[in-house]
Nanobody, 120 residues
Framework: QVQLVESGGGLVQPGGSLRLSCAAS????????MNWYRQAPGKERELVAG????????TYADFVKGRFTISRDNAKKTVYLQMNSLKPDDTAVYYC?????????????WGQGTQVTVSS
């Protein structure tokens, strides 16, 4: 079965950095785009960044452009999110996501999430 396991979250001071990882299994990792979402308390889950199967194209939400970098290692079946210049507003649970359509159905998978807290 599909599994996504995030790691790397924690407490960091404003201006600091963290690198999140998401280890994937149960599907052909190199064939699918991967995404990072986040959800802050009392807010809806929002897309942070996405990366194509080859890693050749990345997209970012405006609120992280220039600060976050998404990347992937298809040999390790892992997607990363490098987060720099962190702000208190970046505090959230960060989720790894993959989805695809098959036979008219949309399959959406999430990891368990990793907490990122930006505070002095």
């Amino acid at each position: 079965q599909v599994q996504l396991v995030e790691s790397g979250g924690g407490l960091v001071q404003p201006g600091g950095s963290l690198r999140l990882s998401c280890a994937a299994s149960g599907f052909t990792f190199s064939s699918y785009a991967m995404n990072w979402y986040r959800q802050a308390p009392g807010k809806e889950r929002e897309l942070v960044a996405g990366i194509t199967p080859s890693g050749g194209t990345t997209t970012y939400a405006d609120f992280v452009k220039g600060r976050f970098t998404i990347s992937r290692d298809n040999a390790k079946k892992t997607v990363y999110l490098q987060m720099n210049s962190l702000k208190p507003d970046d505090t959230a649970v960060y989720y790894c996501n993959v989805h695809w359509a098959s036979s008219g159905w949309l399959y959406v998978y999430w990891g368990q999430g990793t907490q990122v807290t930006v505070s002095s």
